[in-house]
C-alpha cells in the first residue's frame, strides 16, 4: 500500500467557492481521452501493471482476484489491492489504517463534506482539476452535469476540486403523494386530489366517512415522519406552499434564507394546525417514523402516504408491493397546487459528497490517469457498467433488451460476492445514462409520467452538500429549536403568530443569521 506521512495538525477552515462549471465537454477532449485509452490498449502488454489501492465500505467481495477483479485488471493492465471496511465501523477502520500511514489510493467510503475538508486539511487527500477530470472522464462528466450543473460544489474547497463529482439521479425528483384508491372511490372521487382545498376534503371525509367500510371511526387522514426523519414532515403540504422548512433558499428578493423561518413555513403551520385541530392529523404523528407511517396505510388506519418517490410506487416497488400484498389500490398523485397557483415537490437533492482520492496521486500522474480511464469505462461504456454492476452475464445476470435482469443462481445466494460486483464501481446505480439497465422501458415511462409534471418546481437545497464551516458549529442546536417549535405550533401547544416570531428571532440569534450570512457569500462568489 502507498505511505505517506500525515499532517497531524487541523489548518484553518478558510474557504472559496470556485465558480460554476457548466456545459459539456468539447470534441477536443472526447478525442483526447479515445486517443489516451487505445494508446493504454496498445501499450497494455509492454508495461508493468500499476498497483491501485482501492478501499470501499460496501459491496465487499467474498475473496480477491475475483471475476471483475481479473477483467478490469487484463483490460486496464492494473493490479488493485482491495481494501475492505465494515459498514457501520468504516470510520474507525480508516483512521486506524491512516494512523500506520497508509493511505488508499481510491477512497470510496460514505464520508460527508465534513469529512473531506477534514481530510483534506489533514493532507490525505489529491486535489484533482476539473480539467482532468473533463479530459478523462467525458462521458460521464456530461452525465453528471446533465443531473445537477452544480455536481461539482460539494468537491470545492480553498478553491481546488477534491475528487470526482458523485449524483444521485433519483434525489432530483420529489416526493410523490399517493392515496389508498379504494378509499378515493369510498369519498366520491375518481381521481387523486390536485389542490390543497380538495386535499383538505379528501382527507375530512377519510377521518370522518368510514372510507373502510367497518362501521368504526377509527381512521385519519394521514401521519407524519415526527419521529426519524422531520425534514420529510408533511413535506407535500409544505412544498406546495413553495418551501421546504430544512433547506435555504432564495426569497423574493433574491437574497438566501431558510426554510423554516420564512412566512411560506408560517402559513403552511397554520393550515397543518387546522387539520390537527380537525382530527383529520393522527394525533401520534409526534412519535411515528418510516415503519409506522408505512404499517397505518397498509394496516387502514390512514389514507395517505407522502414519504414515497416514484420508484417507491409502481407495482413491485416498495410502497406499490406492501399496498399490493394487502389488496390495496395503491393511486399516485400529483404535488399539490399550492396558494400561488403553482405545483412545487420537495427533493432530497441529488449532489453527493464526490470520489475521494488519496493525497500520493497528485504527483503520480500515469497511476491517476489510468484510474480516471478505468472509472469512465465503468460508468460510460455498457461492457464495463454491467460487467462492475451485474457481473457476468449468462451467469448472475442477462439482458432484457438494455434491462439487466438477475439470474435465479444470484438471487438470494452469494454469487455477486463472490463475483466482485459493485466494490469496483463507486458509483453503481446512480449513473443517469445506465439507468436503462436498471428499470424497465415501462418503469422508466412511468417515472417519467409521475416526475416531468408541467409547471412542477422542484425544491431543493440552495446549499446541498456545500462547505460551510459555520454549520459544523450551529446546524445541531437549530434543528433541535426548529424540532421543537414545529411539532408544538402543528399540535397547538404554541401558535404561529408572536410564537413563530419567537421562534424566528431564537432561530437567527442562535446562529442562523451566522449560518446565512455565510450562506449568501458563498451564494454570491458563485454568481460572479
Avoid at 379528501?202 to 425534514?231: C, E, H, I, S
Avoid at 418503469?443 to 456545500?466: F, I, R
Wanted: hydrophobic share 35%; proline share 4%.
Amino acid at each position: 500500500m502507498n505511505k505517506k506521512k500525515l499532517v497531524t495538525g487541523m489548518l484553518g477552515l478558510a474557504m472559496s467557492v470556485s465558480l460554476i462549471v457548466s456545459g459539456c465537454s468539447s470534441n477536443g477532449n472526447n478525442k483526447a481521452a479515445k486517443e489516451n485509452n487505445a494508446g493504454e490498449a496498445a501499450n497494455a502488454g509492454k508495461e508493468a501493471p500499476i498497483e491501485i489501492t482501492l478501499a470501499n465500505n460496501w459491496n465487499k467481495p467474498k475473496a480477491d482476484n475475483n471475476y471483475v477483479q481479473r477483467f478490469l485488471e487484463q483490460k486496464f493492465n492494473v493490479k488493485f489491492k482491495n481494501v475492505t471496511f465494515e459498514t457501520a465501523t468504516w470510520k474507525e477502520q480508516f483512521n486506524v489504517m491512516l494512523a500506520s500511514g497508509e493511505i488508499p489510493d481510491i477512497i470510496s467510503v460514505d464520508g460527508t463534506v465534513g469529512d473531506m475538508v477534514q481530510w483534506a486539511d489533514q493532507g490525505i487527500l489529491a486535489s484533482i482539476s476539473k480539467e482532468e477530470i473533463k479530459q478523462y472522464m467525458p462521458k460521464y462528466t456530461a452525465d453528471v452535469e446533465s443531473v445537477d450543473p452544480n455536481a461539482w460544489d460539494p468537491g470545492t474547497y480553498n478553491g481546488k476540486n477534491w475528487g470526482v463529482p458523485k449524483v444521485w439521479g433519483e434525489g432530483a425528483t420529489g416526493f410523490v403523494p399517493a392515496f389508498n384508491g379504494h378509499w378515493l372511490k369510498a369519498v366520491g372521487y375518481s381521481e387523486p386530489p390536485k389542490d390543497l382545498t380538495e386535499l383538505e376534503d379528501v382527507l375530512t371525509k377519510f377521518t370522518n366517512n368510514d372510507p373502510d367500510g367497518n362501521g368504526k371511526k377509527d381512521t385519519y387522514g394521514l401521519t407524519g415522519r415526527g419521529k426519524d426523519a422531520q425534514a420529510q414532515l408533511f413535506n407535500t403540504v409544505f412544498a406546495a406552499y413553495g418551501v421546504a422548512p430544512y433547506q435555504f433558499k432564495l426569497d423574493a428578493d433574491g437574497k438566501v434564507t431558510y426554510g423554516a423561518v420564512t412566512e411560506e413555513a408560517r402559513n403552511a403551520l397554520k393550515l397543518l394546525n387546522k387539520w390537527y385541530k380537525a382530527g383529520i392529523i393522527d394525533p401520534e404523528f409526534i412519535t411515528d417514523g418510516n415503519g409506522e407511517i408505512q404499517t397505518k396505510f397498509i394496516s387502514l388506519r390512514t389514507g395517505l402516504i407522502e414519504t414515497g418517490m416514484w420508484h417507491h410506487l409502481y407495482d413491485d416497488g416498495y410502497f406499490g408491493l406492501v399496498s399490493k400484498d394487502k389488496g390495496i389500490e395503491l393511486v399516485p398523485g400529483v404535488p399539490f397546487t399550492g396558494p400561488d397557483g403553482k405545483k412545487y415537490a420537495m427533493a432530497n437533492g441529488a449532489l453527493q459528497p464526490p470520489l475521494l482520492f488519496g493525497a500520493q496521486l497528485e504527483k503520480d500522474e500515469a497511476k491517476r490517469i489510468r484510474i480516471l480511464q478505468i472509472l469512465e469505462y465503468v460508468t460510460s461504456d455498457d461492457e464495463g457498467y454491467l460487467t462492475t454492476a451485474f457481473g457476468e452475464k449468462g451467469n448472475s445476470y442477462n439482458l432484457e433488451g438494455d434491462l439487466a435482469v438477475i439470474t435465479e443462481a444470484a438471487t438470494g445466494t452469494e454469487l455477486m460476492g463472490e463475483l466482485g460486483t459493485g466494490f469496483y464501481n463507486p458509483f453503481g446505480g446512480k449513473v443517469n445514462s445506465m439507468m436503462k439497465h436498471h428499470y424497465s422501458p415501462e418503469k422508466l415511462a412511468y417515472k417519467e409520467k409521475l416526475t416531468n409534471v408541467e409547471g412542477l418546481t422542484v425544491l431543493t437545497d440552495l446549499m446541498q452538500s456545500t462547505v460551510m464551516t459555520t454549520k459544523a458549529q450551529y446546524e445541531a442546536i437549530l434543528n433541535t429549536l426548529q424540532a421543537q417549535y414545529y411539532i408544538k405550533a402543528i399540535s397547538g401547544e404554541s401558535n404561529t403568530d408572536k410564537d413563530f416570531d419567537d421562534f424566528r428571532s431564537q432561530w437567527l440569534n442562535s446562529g442562523g443569521q451566522t449560518e446565512l450570512d455565510e450562506a449568501q457569500k458563498i451564494y454570491e462568489e458563485r454568481s460572479k
